[in-house]
């Protein structure tokens, strides 16, 4: 188990940007595929797969969803040991709690590779 931090959320308008952090003390994120998941109100036993990263030995950011694709953008710090999730032109649709959830070091993810989560960070987009 990994243990997982996420940070930056908050109620933004429409159009504004947020970044959120994942991070983690004691343990190297590196070493994980870290992927960023959103659960939107109403939705409690959804969670929708936003975005991924793999390790940095796989040369970066594998996976974004079409509903962020070109407004959301994820990286890795590895000297701050967080990976973020640039949010631009945020809309009231990506209104959810924000999760960032680690897998074992792989070449693709399944649903089900997502070992550790995060407790979440709100993020709100309204007018």
């Known amino acids: 188990q990994v243990q997982l931090v996420e940070s930056g959320g908050g109620l933004v308008q429409p159009g504004d940007s947020l970044r959120l952090s994942c991070t983690s003390s004691g343990t190297t994120l590196d070493n994980y595929g870290i992927a960023w998941f959103r659960q939107a109100p109403g939705k409690q036993r959804e969670r929708d797969e936003i975005s991924c990263i793999s390790t940095s030995s796989r040369h970066g950011p594998i996976y974004y969803a079409d509903s962020v694709k070109g407004r959301f953008t994820i990286s890795r710090d590895l000297a701050k040991n967080t990976v973020y999730l640039q949010m631009n032109n945020l809309q009231p649709e990506d209104t959810a709690v924000y999760y960032c959830?680690?897998?074992?070091?792989?070449?693709?993810?399944?649903?089900?590779?997502?070992?550790?989560w995060g407790q979440g960070t709100q993020v709100t987009v309204s007018s």
């Open positions: 959830a680690a897998g074992f070091d792989a070449a693709s993810y399944s649903p089900t590779d997502w070992h550790s």
